[in-house]
């Protein structure tokens, strides 16, 4: 049987990832701010669009750029049009849009992404919230893992590291992170090197060994690998 996979179209992460993003189930980018969450997110929606299917982008915090598309897409008009925009203010209108999000899957929707899963949630979470916040987390990733198995699709969630200087977060941020591992079939760390460099860290993935590293660069139109230089500038 073949193995479908959804290229990023960056050699260095294609190969991490055995060829791109698996279908069927949730891949979770995560790491600090500037790693590169959202480019990837970005660059997997215009690969599917190029590839004449549709697009669910959830968006909690602005992080779908038209000036970044008009960068990275040859055909920016198509990639818009072709991708429907979800835009919850709050964790609880993320929370509904993801339960009802399986009205809107139809056979052209070939990607759904989350950027980010943890945006609102944090702002949700609190002493009186901290449960129900966390039972609400773990129904929108079984939702979205049944969307993906469902419909063979890829689902792409995004989800920010924060340093935690203050120590207050530091709970927070482990619960989410378990929740979020748990449902995350395909688990990619991503780290900030000098300038443009990025490093990939595959930490879980169902046929794939864990550990793999890689590098790539964050460019004017999207990430590309330069072979020659990844060991030495890392
Ligand atoms: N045209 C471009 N050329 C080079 N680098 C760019 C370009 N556009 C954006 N970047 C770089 O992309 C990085 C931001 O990446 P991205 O938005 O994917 O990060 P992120 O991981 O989503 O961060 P956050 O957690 O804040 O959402 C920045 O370092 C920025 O300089
Ligand atoms: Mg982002």
């Not at 038209?66 to 897409?73: L, P, V």
């Not at 993935?205 to 072979?227: A, D, K, W």
Request: aromatic content about 6%; glycine content about 8%; some cysteine.
């Amino acid at each position: 049987m073949k193995i479908e996979r959804l290229s990023l179209g960056c050699k260095s992460l294609d190969d991490l990832l055995g060829g791109g993003l698996e279908y069927g189930v949730i891949t979770n980018f995560y790491g600090e701010a500037g790693s590169g969450k959202s480019n990837l997110a970005l660059i997997a929606t215009k690969n599917v669009v190029a590839a004449g299917k549709k697009v669910i982008f959830i968006d909690t915090e602005g992080s779908y750029s038209i000036e970044r598309i008009n960068q990275i897409s040859k055909a920016p008009e198509k990639v818009n049009s072709n991708t429907t925009l979800l835009e919850p203010m709050n964790f609880n209108e993320q929370h509904k849009m993801i339960l009802e999000l399986s009205k809107k899957i139809s056979k052209e929707i070939g990607l759904v992404v989350l950027d980010s899963l943890v945006a609102l949630y944090r702002i949700a979470m609190g002493p009186d919230t901290f449960e129900d916040t966390n039972r609400k987390l773990a129904a929108q990733l079984l939702e979205l893992s049944k969307i993906a198995r469902e419909n063979k699709i890829p689902v792409l969630v995004t989800t920010q590291v924060y340093s935690d200087f203050n120590g207050t977060t530091g709970d927070v941020v482990l619960v989410s992170k378990d929740i979020a591992k748990y449902w995350s079939k395909c688990l990619v760390k991503l780290e900030k090197g000098p300038k443009n460099l990025r490093k990939a860290q595959l930490t879980r993935h169902r046929s794939r060994p864990e550990g793999l590293e890689t590098n790539f660069f964050i460019v004017e139109t999207g990430v590309e690998s330069r072979e020659s230089e990844h060991d030495r500038l890392f």
